[in-house]
């Protein structure tokens, strides 16, 4: 298994700024997932991020808005730029621990809750 | 291409009534089946997986789920609803290398 740090918790934000969440996994993983919740609704992928590699991001994201760090391998940032209140969300940090029994089993942060006023 | 479908945004039973939800998928391989549980400000924990070994899968906190293929199902079920069970559940599907598709979510009351 894997242990996901995320900080901040939750954060109220001004419209028009830029917010940055961290990501530590307490072992190191290849691969690691930002997913996007918000409220009332199930996830969305937006970006994956490999160590060593350029995030690939998924339909409907671009990086100048969610631009990803990925340093290391237990390591990753996203940030959210010039925030409006549409970016109102809770955005989760993920990662697939891959071995022998690769099920694409997730493990997930407790998650970032962000309000944009 | 894969696909979930989660019958029932929300379902509501009594304590100690059985669990029922459901879950179909659509994929054209093989596919992982998932069932995750959120609480309440936090974030997805895997309640079970299904990885084409027995069809019948059993989890934490009592639930289980069943492979069928025939119908595309993933039903999740626990005989006896606790309180603590109150959360939102999201069936999902990853095959053949392809990222991990979420359902909409169910959200489940449990009335005292």
């Known amino acids: 298994s894997a242990v996901i740090s995320q900080k901040p918790s939750r954060d109220i934000c001004q419209r028009g700024t830029s917010l940055t969440i961290q990501c530590q996994v307490d072992s190191q993983v290849t691969m690691m997932f930002w997913y996007r919740q918000q409220p009332g609704q199930s996830l969305t992928l937006i970006a994956t991020a490999n160590q060593g590699s350029e995030a690939t991001y998924e339909s409907g994201f671009v990086i100048d808005k969610f631009p990803i760090s990925r340093p290391n391998l237990t390591f990753s940032t996203l940030t959210v730029s010039n925030m409006s209140p549409e970016d109102s969300s809770i955005y989760l940090c993920?990662?697939?621990?891959?071995?022998?029994?690769?099920?694409?089993?997730?493990?997930f942060g407790e998650g970032s809750r962000l309000t944009v006023l | 291409a894969q696909s979930v479908t989660q019958l029932g945004s929300h379902v509501s039973v009594s304590e100690g009534a059985l669990v029922l939800l459901r879950c179909n998928y659509s994929s054209s391989v093989p596919p992982y089946l998932f069932w995750y549980v959120q609480y309440p400000n936090q974030g997805l924990q895997l309640l079970l997986k299904y990885t084409s070994a027995a069809t019948l899968v059993k989890g934490i906190n009592g639930f289980e789920a069943e492979f069928k293929k025939s119908e595309t199902s993933f039903h999740l079920t626990k005989p006896s609803a606790h309180m603590s069970d109150a959360a939102e559940y999201f069936c999902a599907v990853s095959a053949g290398g392809f990222k991990t598709i979420f359902g909409a979510g169910t959200r489940l009351f449990v009335k005292a």
């Open positions: 993920s990662v697939e621990l891959r071995g022998l029994a690769n099920t694409g089993e997730l493990f």
